[in-house]
């Protein structure tokens, strides 16, 4: 019987008039056997016990859309037909289990040196991050090897614990370590195929994180309609690195800790609640979210999930019109500061020697803070807000 040959154009009919489509599954949890793994996290329960929380850390990486929009048609009434934004980095976390040690993030992305930073003057070691690069901005073994040296460099004077999942690169970076073993570091394989329930960081740590991030994106993309100027071409990978700096800063130890305890590798001491920061970010995000909606910047906005988490990868009015004068000026006022902050900043992280973390630091915090004075006094999403019926 000779086999029929069904072309590609036949195919697809076939599928949409059976309603066939590839559905992509969401974590690893349905490929988990609970009872193996029960097993298997007894082993790193038992590993992790010897270690003080300050000496047992977690590693993973991210990717991050860092120009997505939250509209599901990607597209704004000022950016007509705009293509979903593809524009990506990956981002590599690593923090103890009490959260007092959060190492400086290191990021991938697909040029060896973005022109933003060239013509910023940008000296990169000034921002407190890594920055990699290949043509697919991923995690590569080679950049893997680096990282676990550096890594074992940080915690030089201690023996530390160093939990991992079985990622193609992790794996592939430890065995090219055994000429050359890490001298501080013990590294443990946590189960495979459970990351999405054991592994510290995807407890709620990186969607934190993500959370903080989207929110900075939502503020800009919010203040660069105010000006009349479109977000998607005025925002660069720069940016995207500061606002993923000062989300990494905002992230909490309780946070941190409580994400520990959910995974179980630690125990926790108390019942304890895992995710009250994430609710703030993520109720923070929604706000920016229905903003932009009630502009008119975004047709159909996405769920927050979507949006925080992309599977490509979450008014107030006046009581009078009397001081309708000083909630403008306060907005000018507050744009004047987040100006000569931002000259600051530029300075701070153009130098090439003596650069102060601390005060960077405590610049990207205090632009957080007048970023929220701000959007309190933007809170009126048009001018008819300054008017009562």
Known sequence: MQVPQFSNGWLEKFKRRHNISERTRHGEASSVDEGLLAEQLVAVQAIAAQFHASNTYNCDESGLLWKVVPDKGQATESIPGTKVEKARITAHFCCNADGSHKLPLWFIGKHRKPRCF???????????????????????????IEW??????????RKVLLLMDNFSAHVAAVEALQMRPLQNTVICWLPPNATSKVQPLDQGIIRTWKAYYRKQWLVYMVDQFEAGKNPLKTTNVLKAIRWSIQAWQ????????????HSTIIPRPSMLETSEQLKVATSEVGSLINQLQQQQRIQSAMSIEAFLNPAEEAIQSL??????????????DVQEDLKALRVLQLYEEQQTEGVSRPVLDQLNQHE????ERRQRSLRQAAITSYFIA
């Not at 910023?120 to 590569?140: D, E, F, H, V």
């Not at 009581?319 to 000018?332: G, P, R």
């Not at 957080?368 to 970023?371: A, D, E, G």
Request: glycine share 4%.
């Open 250 to 261: 905002t992230v909490s130890e309780t946070t941190i800790t409580n994400c520990w305890y």
């Open 319 to 332: 009581e009078n019109t009397s001081n309708i004068e000083e909630e403008i000026a306060a907005q000018f």
């Open 118 to 144: 060239g013509a910023a003057n940008i000296n990169l070691n000034s921002l407190g991050c890594y920055w990699r690069y290949n043509n697919k901005a991923w995690m590569r073994t080679d950049i893997m």
């Open 368 to 371: 957080l803070v007048l970023q």
């Open 148 to 157: 676990l040296y550096w890594f074992d460099q940080q915690v030089t004077g």
